[in-house]
């Protein structure tokens, strides 16, 4: 059966800090791994990671893959109150569903 | 602008009463997604569709439905509501032989 897990499932942070958000999935025949935002609403999209070692970079928020390990990473630099959202990982085998984790909750105090 | 809709954004019904929940896409996307978003479960996939005519279920489908006689819709029906079912459901659209999904704004649903 297929599994995506994400940690931790909540995170409280200072204005500033840098925070990594952990993604770690079992999945036949993977594709792809897709990080997206979800505040109070639809998620939007982040990234879409398919090759190992490759940093996907957005201002402040850059991700990676390791396809060896089964991992991907989501990091935030200097974090704003408004990086405070649900961050949710993905994946995708053979067909173009998706899987998703349960996600991580992000609040940046001020 | 292309964009996804759905329909109602808000809807309270009654146990066992039939309700269609709407998903309309301006974006020509071949693939329609419906998911369910409780707490503590995440994203669920309820049912998918890749085309005119195809329809396939997902991990959660037991008691509902839909169908797809155009590109733009993808209607999703509880044939008969339960208080399980009160939840968020969001629809998604992605082109063929693309993984990267956008999602409608959501329909919170209660069932009482």
């Known amino acids: 059966e297929d599994k995506v897990v994400q940690s931790p499932l909540s995170l409280v942070v200072h204005e500033g800090d840098t925070v990594t958000l952990n993604c770690s999935y079992e999945?036949?025949?993977?594709?792809?791994l897709l990080w997206y935002k979800q505040e109070k609403k639809a998620p939007t999209f982040l990234f879409m990671l398919?090759?190992?070692?490759i940093e996907k970079k957005s201002g402040r928020l850059s991700s990676i893959l390791d396809k060896k390990e089964l991992f991907s990473i989501l990091n935030i630099t200097a974090t704003q109150t408004g990086d405070s959202a649900v961050y949710l990982c993905?994946?995708?085998?053979?067909?173009?569903?998706?899987?998703f984790g349960k996600g991580t909750s992000l609040l940046v105090t001020p | 602008d292309a964009e996804i809709t759905q329909s109602p954004r808000h809807k309270i019904t009654e146990t066992g009463r039939q309700v269609t929940l709407a998903c309309h896409q301006t974006?020509?996307?071949?693939?329609m997604f419906w998911y369910r978003q409780d707490l503590g479960h995440g994203l669920r996939l309820i049912h998918y569709?890749?085309?005119?005519?195809?329809?396939n279920k997902g991990e959660v489908s037991d008691g509902y439905s839909v169908s797809r006689s155009n590109t733009e819709d993808l209607p999703l029906t509880l044939e008969s509501a339960a208080s399980s079912q009160t939840s968020v459901y969001f629809c998604?659209?992605?082109?063929?032989?693309?993984?990267?999904?956008?999602f409608g704004p959501g329909t919170r649903l209660t069932v009482l």
């Open positions: 398919t090759s190992s070692g």
């Open positions: 974006w020509n996307h071949n693939n």
């Open positions: 998604a659209s992605s082109l063929t032989n693309t993984d990267t999904q956008y």
């Open positions: 999945v036949t025949n993977f594709r792809s």
């Open positions: 993905a994946v995708s085998n053979s067909g173009y569903a998706l899987n």
């Open positions: 569709s890749y085309g005119v005519q195809d329809t």
